[in-house]
């Protein structure tokens, strides 16, 4: 069997690590040929000398001389800088690249992985918001497979395994809440960064754990599945389920519905995306219907948590509305987790940027990148 070559961008966080582990297991189905990290040169260096990669990349420039001093009597490229993770995607014994990196930064390398023909397993659910028909449309042209990690989406993609043409008649994707559900806009004003970061049932980075608390990572996966599964915004619905069992739902057009469900634990979509369409076996603790006598379900509360209505409205609109919510979001989520904003905010900030700059229709990559540094711009000036 011929391994796979797996370059992980971003592989010292949540994802990136149980991604490594997930490989760790199958050393014989997969060759790790890349990894990248922004600015954990500690933990970059660690896992170079556990896997002995071909290449590594470490973006923040200050820290390269640590990495190359640390790596040196060992087999291992060294590179930074922003134009190095565009190059490695691109090398010859990589056949897979897991986009494990957060935000707008994914975008070039994605693109760049796809037109060199490589296979994308997509935690970087920021690459589709932004530019979801470029990148979907290049995946088109180039016969690239883009495979999903985020848990609902490879629900979704696990539900329609199967279903050849039959269409999709609507998604259900499934939201824990996080941890304010059912609080007021009063209760929210004076949330602390601290509370925002305990997520309920997922431990994940900082940006989607806050993305989370404010309902934005769902909006933000509702632009991803529309993307990844050529859907229109009527089909795509959310539904409150607390207990993060169900990871999402398909229902077809007879009205038949499918739906994936586990423990949460994301080496499974995780190692779903990379081993598709085989399922391998697994010690992940498995699920016990007695230890959840109740799966619950709600409605989301859009009028506290009004980024979903955000995104849904950046949807409809199209063009560049979603890359420039994207980018507000980047800067607010950022400026909260740094105290310089109040929790409510965030989204406060996000819809007056989106309300402050009109979307172009068919934007290229050169309009996306215009259009996130304006956003960026305008959302900072409304922090200070
Ligand atoms: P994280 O913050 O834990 O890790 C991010 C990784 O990317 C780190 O290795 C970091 O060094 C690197 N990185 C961050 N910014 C960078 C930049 N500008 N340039 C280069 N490298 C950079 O994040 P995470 O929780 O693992 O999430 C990664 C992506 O996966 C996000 O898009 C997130 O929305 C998505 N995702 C995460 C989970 C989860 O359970 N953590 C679930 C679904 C989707
Ligand atoms: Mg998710």
């Known amino acids: 069997m011929i391994k796979k070559g797996i370059a992980i961008l971003g592989s010292t966080g949540s994802i990136g690590t149980q991604a490594l582990e997930v490989i760790s297991n199958y050393p014989e189905l997969f060759s790790l040929e890349v990894i990248t990290a922004g600015k954990n040169a500690k933990l970059l260096i660690e896992q170079a000398l556990q896997f002995q990669p071909n290449s590594v990349v470490i973006s923040e420039e200050s820290l390269y001389d640590e990495v190359c001093n640390a790596l040196k009597d060992h087999p291992i490229h060294v590179y930074t800088g922003e134009d190095a993770l565009c190059q490695v995607v691109e090398s010859t014994q990589v056949n897979v690249v897991l986009t494990a990196l957060v935000g707008f930064a994914g975008l070039k390398p994605t693109l760049r992985a796809i037109n060199a023909g490589k296979d994308i397993a997509l935690a970087n659910k920021e690459t589709l918001v932004v530019a979801g028909e470029l990148v979907t449309q290049a995946a088109q042209e180039k016969g690239v497979n883009i495979y999903p990690v985020d848990s609902e989406h490879s629900a979704i993609f696990q539900c329609i395994v199967g279903e050849f043409h039959n269409k999709i008649e609507k998604i259900y994707l499934t939201a824990s809440g996080g941890p304010f559900r059912g609080w007021s806009r009063d209760q929210l004003i004076n949330v602390q960064r601290e509370q925002a970061l305990k997520h309920p049932n997922w431990s994940m980075g900082a940006k989607i754990t806050i993305d989370s608390a404010t309902l934005m990572n769902k909006g933000l996966e509702v632009i991803e599945a529309k993307w990844l599964f050529n859907l229109k915004p009527e089909q795509i619905d959310v539904i409150v389920h607390p207990q993060s069992i169900i990871h999402s739902i398909v229902q077809f057009e007879d ?85 310089k904003i109040g929790f409510l905010d965030i989204a406060a900030i996000n819809q007056k940027t989106m309300n402050l700059i009109s979307s172009k229709n068919n934007p290229n990559l050169n309009d996306y990148i215009a259009f996130d540094k304006e956003a960026r711009n305008v959302a900072s000036s409304l922090i200070l």
């Open 255 to 339: 009205g038949s519905m499918k739906a994936q469900m586990g423990l949460p634990d994301m080496k499974l979509p995780i190692q779903f995306a990379l081993t598709y369409p085989s399922r391998l076996k697994t010690d992940f603790q498995r699920f016990n219907f007695l230890d959840y006598p109740q799966l619950s379900f709600e409605k989301p509360n859009v009028e506290v948590f009004t980024n979903l209505s955000l995104a849904f409205q950046a949807m409809e609109t199209g063009g560049t509305a979603a890359c420039v919510l994207n980018a507000a979001n980047e800067i607010t989520v950022a400026a909260f987790l740094e105290k």
